[in-house]
Each structure stands twice: as C-alpha cells, then as structure tokens.
C-alpha cells in the first residue's frame, strides 16, 4: 500500500536548504514546502500593520489569520491573496521573520498550517524545527549544515542577484545573528534531530549533495519505489 513520505531538512540560512528541498521534490514528485516563507510572510504582514515586535497576541493573530499560499514552479509565495515573492527576500524581513518566529503563539499557528498542507501527500519541508518538531517522526530527517563563511557568501550572491547593495560583511554579521537568536530561543529552536542525518555542504555542488540525499531517502524508503505523491 502506498502511504505518504515526509522529508525534513533543517538547518541555518544558506546552507543550501531551499535549493537541494526544491531540487528533491521535483524529482521525487512530492509537495515543497518553505517553511521560513511563512515565518517570512507572517513578519511582513506584521511590518505593514505596524505591529511592534513584541506584540504576541497581536502577531499570533496574524499567523493564524494569514492565508499563506507556497506554489512550487515557478515557486511562488502569497499572503492573503498578494504575491510576495520578492517582497518577503530582504534583509529586513529576514531579520524580522528570526524575531516573529521567537514567538510560542505564531509557531503554534504556522505549525498547524504546515502540518495540514502536508496532510494529504508526500512533502519535502524545509526550515529549523521540521524533524524535532512539525514532524518528529518524518521518514528522513537531514540536517544541512555550512561554514558561516560559506553561508554568507551564498546569501550574498542571491542578494546579488536580486540587485540589493550590501556587503559580505553585512551578510555574515546578518546571518550570524539571525542563527544565534534561532539556535537560542526557548520554543522550537534550530537544533539536529537526534535522528537526523549531519550533512555538510561546504564543499560540495548541489548536485552532490541532492545525490547524497537521494541515496539516503532511497536507502531509507522501500527502494524509492512505493510511496504516494
Ligand atoms: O529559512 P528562512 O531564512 O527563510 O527563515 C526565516 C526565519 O524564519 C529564520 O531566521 C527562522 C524562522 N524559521 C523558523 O523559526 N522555523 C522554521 N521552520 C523556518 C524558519
């Protein structure tokens, strides 16, 4: 009998989560789902609303109110109806959706419509706490690590891409301090599953490391053969 796969990879920013997660579900046939896009999309919403940081009740509020559409190819994101794509991919909104994502009452919301969207099939979510928490019993669980180093300078050249001035600098400093508050926090902190596999992708393509994840899920999953799409 088929049944439904779930694929957690967790991990700081830029260790390449987005890139391998959107490669593996479009091989695997399975749903993408970007989990920071929503943390993302809720800190916007909050941004433009003028709710203040600290807030709680009002941002848990606006995680459960918010309608968070996530399209894989092109993958797109939207609130409420509005494309936010780009919108939600600044340094601001990054920063900001590290302290929304702090807050026990919108990671209960957001981890209710996460757990929902993968309800009826087989998924590849991405984020911090996908294999500790939204789904501790995920089928294989990866943990995508790299220098910070590394790191920044991905996030850089997709900064880069998308014409925004900044320094490497900036980014380092940026994502270390975004990592630290997403390591430290009291509720559902980046930490490695105790069941997760530790992969390092400093060194390696994308395609070594989709084709190191593939073996894995293969090994792990009836020969890759019987699962529902
Ligand atoms: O993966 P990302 O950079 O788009 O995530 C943005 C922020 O959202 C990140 O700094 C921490 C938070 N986040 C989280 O707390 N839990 C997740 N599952 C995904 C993201």
């Given at each position: ?14 260790a390449?989560?987005?890139t ?10 399975f749903l ?11 800190a916007?919403?909050a ?15 606006l995680?459960?109110a ?9 993958t ?9 794509t780009?919108?939600i ?5 990054a ?14 919301a ?5 757990r929902e969207?993968?309800e ?9 706490d ?6 501790p019993?995920a089928d ?18 997709d ?9 490497k600098?900036?980014v ?25 596999l530790?992969?390092d992708?400093s060194?390696?393509?994308i395609?070594e490391?989709?084709?190191a ?6 090994s ?9 799409r």
């Amino acid at each position: 009998m088929k049944r439904r796969i779930v694929i957690a990879i967790d991990g700081p920013g830029g260790a390449g989560k987005s890139t391998i997660a959107r490669r593996l579900a479009a091989k695997l046939k399975f749903l993408y789902i970007d989990s920071g896009a929503m943390y993302r999309a809720v800190a916007l919403w909050a941004s433009r609303q003028g709710a203040g940081l600290s807030d709680m009740l009002a941002l848990e509020q606006l995680a459960r109110a918010s309608e968070i559409g996530l399209s894989s190819d092109p993958t797109t994101v939207s609130l409420n109806g509005e494309d936010i794509t780009d919108a939600i991919r600044t340094p601001e909104i990054a920063q900001a959706a590290s302290k929304v994502s702090a807050i026990p009452g919108v990671r209960r919301a957001l981890v209710d419509k996460q757990r929902e969207m993968a309800e009826n099939s087989s998924v590849v979510m991405e984020g911090r706490d996908i294999g500790t928490v939204v789904f501790p019993a995920a089928d294989v669980k990866i943990f995508l690590d790299a220098d910070p180093e590394v790191r920044a300078a991905r996030r850089l050249r997709d900064l880069e891409e998308k014409a925004a001035a900044v320094s490497k600098e900036e980014v380092l400093r940026d994502l270390n301090e975004r990592d630290r508050r997403d390591r430290t926090r009291a509720e559902s902190p980046l930490m490695q599953a105790p069941d997760a596999l530790y992969l390092d992708s400093s060194g390696l393509s994308i395609e070594e490391v989709e084709t190191a994840i593939l073996k894995i899920i293969r090994s792990r999953i009836s020969n890759g053969k019987e699962f529902e799409r």
